[in-house]
Nanobody, 115 residues
Framework: QVQLVESGGGMVQPGGSLRLSCAAS????????MGWFRQTLGNQRELVAT???????NVADSVKGRFTISRDSAKNTIYLQMNSLKPEDTAVYYC?????????WGQGTQVTVSA
């Protein structure tokens, strides 16, 4: 069982920034990818950004140019730097550790963008 500990959520005004962190209990190099997804009430969880075992990133069009995913392999941690936040970015953000056949989710962290 892989444990994922997320942190960094909170409330911010439009145009502001937040950085999310997700620390895994096992090596990033054991994954197919790690990534961030988000979900709002009544909607499906949607991909925000992923980073695979060789460092290739994939970012959703809705956040491209504003959000950046990165990792610290030594700490088994990924980050999501979120800039120029908009009210529509408000959601619960979940970290995912994906090995292909098995995957694990973090507990989720709330991000609220409001004036």
């Amino acid at each position: 069982q892989v444990q994922l500990v997320e942190s960094g959520g909170g409330m911010v005004q439009p145009g502001g920034s937040l950085r999310l962190s997700c620390a895994a209990s096992e090596s990033i190099f054991n994954t197919y990818y790690m990534g961030w997804f988000r979900q709002t009430l009544g909607n499906q969880r949607e991909l925000v950004a992923t980073i695979n075992s060789v460092g290739t990133t994939n970012v959703a069009d809705s956040v491209k140019g504003r959000f950046t995913i990165s990792r610290d392999s030594a700490k088994n941690t990924i980050y999501l730097q979120m800039n120029s936040l908009k009210p529509e970015d408000t959601a619960v953000y979940y970290c995912k550790y994906d090995r292909g056949r098995t995957f694990y989710w973090g507990q989720g962290t709330q991000v609220t963008v409001s004036a």
